[in-house]
Nanobody
Framework: QVQLVESGGGLVHPGGSLRLSCAAS????????MNWVRQGPGKGLEWVSY????????RYADSVQGRFTISRDNTKNTVYLQMNSLTPEDTAVYYC???????????RGQGTQVIVSS
């Protein structure tokens, strides 16, 4: 059974940083690409970033390019999202999601709340 547990969210001032973590189990993590997606208040689910199973290939949404960095540690079955220069527009619940075809993000955790506010 796929299990994904996000942590590291919280309240941060604009310009601040947070590092999110996602602990994975129940599937072959080292052979699976991973995504981070987010859902802001009153908004739909938005893809944020992707990392391939080895970590070699990484992609970012234009809205976070240059500010966020995705990484993973296959020895710990964990994927990370380092978020810098945060703005109020980054306020959202952040989810890690196991890669599935056709931009399917249904295999995701319960999420961790990030609030960027002064």
């Amino acid at each position: 059974q796929v299990q994904l547990v996000e942590s590291g969210g919280g309240l941060v001032h604009p310009g601040g940083s947070l590092r999110l973590s996602c602990a994975a189990s129940g599937f072959p993590f080292s052979g699976t690409g991973m995504n981070w997606v987010r859902q802001g208040p009153g908004k739909g689910l938005e893809w944020v970033s992707y990392i391939s199973n080895t970590g070699y290939y990484r992609r970012y949404a234009d809205s976070v390019q240059g500010r966020f960095t995705i990484s993973r540690d296959n020895t710990k079955n964990t994927v990370y999202l380092q978020m810098n220069s945060l703005t109020p527009e980054d306020t959202a619940v952040y989810y890690c999601a196991k890669w599935l075809p056709n931009n399917d993000y249904t295999a995701r955790g319960q999420g961790t709340q990030v609030i960027v506010s002064s």
